[in-house]
Each structure stands twice: as structure tokens, then as C-alpha cells.
């Protein structure tokens, strides 16, 4: 009986703590200023799946972009091998790790579309001949943002 009284003792007191703390409305000051409602915007639907995205007709979705190789240059009637690879970040120079065409030129003439992720970027060709003691002729391609047909032209 004795620990019934003392269990209704503390109720009573969590109870009557509780009315006393929710009585309390703050203290005066700026909480007592009006504020005013931030209105919603109800024009913007909420977009609770990828179905319910919108864009208007002319947005490309595509993260791919097709690079025309146009390689034309005379002097490498010989055999000549042609590398297109990305730039390396750090140093701006050609990362032979990471080439998106390697291929052998057929008397100094190749004609290659390839599809390529839209990294922007620079990339960077070498032209080797295959007698070993020249050394590549080098050249650089930027993607063109106000071009919708993306050429690499090595003249």
C-alpha cells in the first residue's frame, strides 16, 4: 500500500510539472512581436517520382556525346598509329592510361565516330609513326558547349 501512495505522489507531481511548464508562454520581449506567415508557393508541384519531372521539348537528357575523328595528313602515307586520351587533372598533359580511341592511321586517313561521355574536357592526340625515332606530332581537341556536332579534325 505503501509504494501505491508513493507511485500517485509522483505521478501527480509529472503531471502538475507539465501544466506548470505548457502554462508558461515565454517570457515577454520579441516572442510577445506578431510574426508574420511565410506564404507556400502553390504553383510548384511536388515531384515525388522521376515520372513527374518535366523539361521542356528541346532539353537533352543525355550524358553521351558522339566525337567525329577526322584525320587526314598526307606526309603519313607510311604507317602511322593514332592515340586520342584524356587529359591527366593535375598536370594537363596526355594520360596514355585513360584513351578513348588507339588505332593504326591507313595511309595518313581516318574517319571514326565515337561515343563518349559529356565530360567536357580536353583531349589530346599523338600520330606515332611506327619507325620508332620521330616523335609524335601532337594535337588538342576542346569540347565546343555552342556546337551540336563535335569534330576532331587533325590536319
Not at 21 to 44: M, N
Not at 120 to 129: E, K, R, V
Request: proline share 4%; glycine share 8%; aromatic share 10%.
Amino acid at each position: 500500500m505503501k509504494n501505491s501512495n508513493l507511485f500517485k505522489m509522483n505521478t501527480f507531481a509529472l503531471l502538475s510539472s507539465l501544466l506548470l511548464l505548457s502554462a508558461c508562454g515565454g517570457g515577454g520581449g520579441a516572442a510577445d512581436t506578431p510574426v508574420a506567415a511565410t506564404p507556400i508557393k502553390a504553383a510548384d508541384p511536388v515531384v515525388i517520382k522521376t515520372g513527374d519531372l518535366a523539361a521542356k521539348p528541346e532539353f537533352n537528357f543525355s550524358t553521351q556525346l558522339n566525337l567525329t575523328l577526322d584525320v587526314a595528313i598526307e606526309q603519313y602515307s607510311e604507317r602511322a598509329y593514332l592515340n586520342v586520351c584524356r587529359e591527366e587533372p593535375q598536370t594537363g598533359k596526355i594520360d596514355y592510361s585513360n584513351c578513348v580511341y588507339r588505332g593504326a592511321l591507313v595511309q595518313g586517313q581516318l574517319m571514326h565516330t565515337l561515343e563518349l561521355s559529356h565530360q567536357g574536357g580536353m583531349l589530346h592526340a599523338d600520330i606515332w609513326q611506327f619507325d620508332g625515332a620521330t616523335e609524335p606530332a601532337r594535337y588538342q581537341w576542346q569540347y565546343q558547349s555552342n556546337t551540336s556536332v563535335q569534330r576532331f579534325e587533325i590536319r
